[in-house]
């Protein structure tokens, strides 16, 4: 039903254009009733206003934490207004109905980062807001609730048209986007909580997202899709994008997988080209330009029209050498002028800064359905102490370091994974197979076609143990000369016989690293 | 610090257990405050309590919508202990101090299982309880909050342990606790809403979830897992495991993917069997062991080790055809009693019966960090009115019903992904390629591998585009003879004439289906 406005209560942090809907209550002769600093603003801005104080007739107490938790208040705004005894009850006590509530929240996330002194940050946790919030939401079959002044305009509109009422579903609404946010606001306080006490795994897990895009579409076209930032800290994603059309859904995604891999080396200029969620090229080198063809040369059939992160500011020889083909994204921490002048040529070629964008969390999740499986990030390579060195021949200190970036770049491709490397760059990678064997097959022949030369004496990388010699005796033929694995098969005797035939090194991690 | 308890505000809608904690209670001299059935309960329990309306002076109104909104318990609940303003306001006011709240929400799930009457699910949003809980958890630094019966036995402990007081350190994780719970509350009542208006991407977006298990760990050793449940309706998971081992991280993902492919065949008897979140196998039959055979033949090397999901009822003939080799699980709508019971035998063999298993979203997100992707399901195959027959030669009817099968399969296979496909059965699947003419390549080498007669005259899907001839050609050597793809390649021309040339039958969709 359409529902007249008697009283409205006001209690916002955010006072901006709060003129605009008090021009409205006034002309359909509401009753403000407000208190502190929106008071104060009610009154300067020249309309009429009671104080909360003055309305329950109870002095505000506490510095504030108590002032509308108030039984005139809450009947106010949770009365039936279609039952007599309810309304016989508010007469009784005199008690007068409250039919729209505008509520902002104490700035809880603005005061993390304001703050590192926990008592201050507890004290901009709201009790009374959420209560009234919650309590107008629950009854928005009688009350409107606004806890955004980017509803003003609409509730104007709604007013206007129904001359002094508004419609039950516009109210309920506002109803549903307040309960969202009363989630979202505690999500944020158990999340904080959870963090400062370094629960990683409660009992009841919350995630909160605040929609910072809607996408053209989904993964593909006839999907829907938003993306959203889930941050105690920043109100925008961190991808600060220079040129280019907007960002889709499958660029996210191989955004994300890139960044992963990128964020894993911190040493060297480090080149990642990322297609269809798996790298299809990656290498470390002193040089950037250098990590960047190399990072290219692995599979450049592949490499067109993929993401290319680099964690190097972007010089224009590697911008000139970008611009010979198509790139659908380039990320990378900064670019020098000129190199930014080539890149932005292509209009459809993305460009974007992550120079400002760090990891926020310890956490993976995936969703599927009404389950969710939560689990820490993967985050160890190896530990060297723990290194078995289970062939005739050993590797020396140089080699382990090679191998150890095989290994790290073999952590991000998609299980089964297979990652042939040689001088720090992937000359042949194997995704995604549902054997081993055929994640080797398929490393060698990606070597094989683009950089066959480089095989010999070449590093691979197994993201967990070879079950048979099979995979092994592949990559050997090919001429891989080491190869770092997990180990751990009740197989390994004959992988490692295997491997002491054909006189190769090979070394056990202990450490396995499955990535779906 | 640790603080003594002078008065208790009791108020739970689960009266379990009550009677250990007011034994305590009584023991420290701790006055108890209650209302209604809490209040009845702890009367009959034999303990002194003090109602609510009694304490405040406040009779409460509305049905007992407002009570305990009221400034002498929240200002007892919220006041300072240290602070000598505060002090002196409370003892003007007579105001007594409120240091333990133990606290149950009204049932909105519960209701949610009773009842499809708005009025009365809405009802059930508990505000009195919310706000007490908020309140005692934001000041924990002196008020100890309890929202879950199984937290009676650590407050004993603590109380006992401190001769009536508590630590700072005990009353902090209570809090933590509290407000994951008042934000799960609302997540599930925003939730409610958002279904209820059809809002699938609002401003915020609040996923809420119960741990339903502790995983012994997650995609490696290193990492810890746990799975939560998120759903408005179930407690727990509608997996039902019937004999095996415990499910880890690795199978849960298999299982979630082989559901999703399961989900998609309607009409007859399906068998999928998967490896590393990808289909090595799938079949449809009229006869279940025909399904469940051809699926196993797409890739017997593979699927060793496999989680198997059938929607049908397992026999004994296939659960004796099952146990001739090894796979981690076995999903199926119900099994006969001696299917079961042979399939019992191997102990390290999780049998899981799927019959109640439905889906719940017509959402799907991935997390990133602190960004998530939300987007409709993929729900769709294709419009049979808006196929467009593009070669010279035009399937007959059962041809697309059988493309429709192979369409179906390659949706999801991860991308880039290629099937091929005979008698409703993979003989070949190309998965999570960089580049479109690997999938081709792994997909017939696979069938040449396995079965390479059955290549004659077979179907190939492709979930995208052919961006040029390459991948078809590949197909079309080995014996494929029909091929569906969305089109819409600048070398579609290409791909036709290619198509033409060889004489085959190739179709258009217009719908992509990316899957990474």
Redesign the interface.
């Known amino acids: 039903m359409n529902r007249k406005i008697k009283n409205a209560l006001i209690s916002v942090s955010d006072k901006k254009d709060l003129k605009n809907i008090l021009n409205v209550l006034r002309k359909y002769k509401i009753n403000i009733i407000s208190s502190g600093g929106t008071y104060r603003s009610v009154k300067k801005l020249g309309f009429k206003c009671k104080e909360v104080s003055e309305y329950t007739g ?1 002095d505000e ?3 504030g ?2 002032k509308t ?3 005139k ?3 106010g705004i ?3 207004r279609k039952k007599v ?2 309304k016989k ?1 508010m007469m009784e ?1 005199k008690f007068e109905s409250i039919d729209l509530v505008i509520v902002n929240f104490y700035p809880f996330k603005e005061s993390l980062k304001k703050t590192f002194n926990n ?1 201050k940050i ?1 004290e901009n ?1 709201d ?1 009374g807001g ?2 009234m919030v ?2 107008a939401a ?1 009854n928005c ?1 009688d009350v409107v609730i606004i806890t955004d002044k980017n509803d003003y305009l609409d509730f104007i509109k709604e007013i206007k048209k129904y001359k002094g009422k508004t419609s039950f579903n516009f109210r ?2 506002l ?3 307040a ?6 606001y ?2 944020m ?2 999340e904080w ?2 963090q ?2 370094q ?13 910072i895009n ?2 053209r579409y ?14 105690l800290k ?1 109100e925008k ?1 961190n991808l600060e994008q220079l040129s280019g059309k907007d960002l889709s ?2 660029n ?2 191989d955004i ?1 997988a890139g960044l992963d891999i990128l964020f894993s080396e911190k040493k060297l200029p480090c080149t990642v080209i990322i ?4 790298p ?1 090229g990656a290498a470390s080198n002193k040089s950037s330009f250098k990590s960047f063809i190399n990072a290219q040369c692995s ?1 450049p ?2 490499a067109f029209g ?1 993401v290319v992160a680099c964690n190097y500011k972007i010089t224009k020889k590697v911008a000139l050498e970008m611009n010979r083909t198509f790139f659908e994204v380039i990320l990378a921490k900064g670019f020098d002028k000129a190199a930014l002048k080539i890149l932005k040529k292509k209009k459809n070629m993305r460009v974007i800064d992550i120079s400002n964008v760090e ?3 310890d956490i ?15 985050q ?1 390579i190896f530990d060297k102490k723990k290194l078995k060195f289970v062939t005739k021949t050993k590797p020396t200190k140089n080699e382990i370091r090679d191998m150890e970036f095989a290994f790290k770049i073999c952590k991000y491709v ?3 994974a297979i990652a042939i490397v040689k001088d720090n760059a992937t000359i042949g ?1 194997g ?5 081993r ?2 994640s080797c ?2 490393a060698v ?1 990606k070597a094989r076609k683009f950089q066959p030369k480089k095989l010999y004496n070449s590093i691979a990388a197994s993201d967990a143990f070879f079950p048979f010699a099979d995979g092994l005796k592949t990559l050997i033929s090919a001429g891989v000369k080491t190869v770092i694995q997990p180990g751990g098969s009740i197989r390994d005797k004959e992988v490692i016989d295997a491997a002491n035939k054909a006189n190769i090194k090979m070394i056990f991690t202990g ?6």
Do not use: W
């Open positions: 109870f107490m506490l510095d934490r108590v938790l108030h039984p208040i809450h009947s949770l009365f039936n005894t309810h009850q006590k008592k507890i946790i009790i959420p209560s919650r309590a629950k079959e309920e609404k109803a549903a986007k309960f969202s946010l009363t989630a979202f505690d999500s306080i158990a909580y959870n400062k006490l629960i990683k795994f409660p009992e009841r897990k919350i995630f909160f997202g605040k929609k809607q996408l989904g993964e593909n076209p006839h999907q829907k899709s938003s993306i959203y930032l889930s941050d920043y994603s859904y499958n996210y995604n994300f297609k269809h969620a798996n299809c599979d059939v592949s993929g990891y926020r969390s993976t999740t995936k969703i599927y359905d009404n389950s969710f499986l939560l689990q820490e990030k993967d160890t998609k299980s089964n990678i995704a995604g197979q549902q054997n064997l055929d097959r398929i022949q450490v396995r690293h499955f990535n779906h």
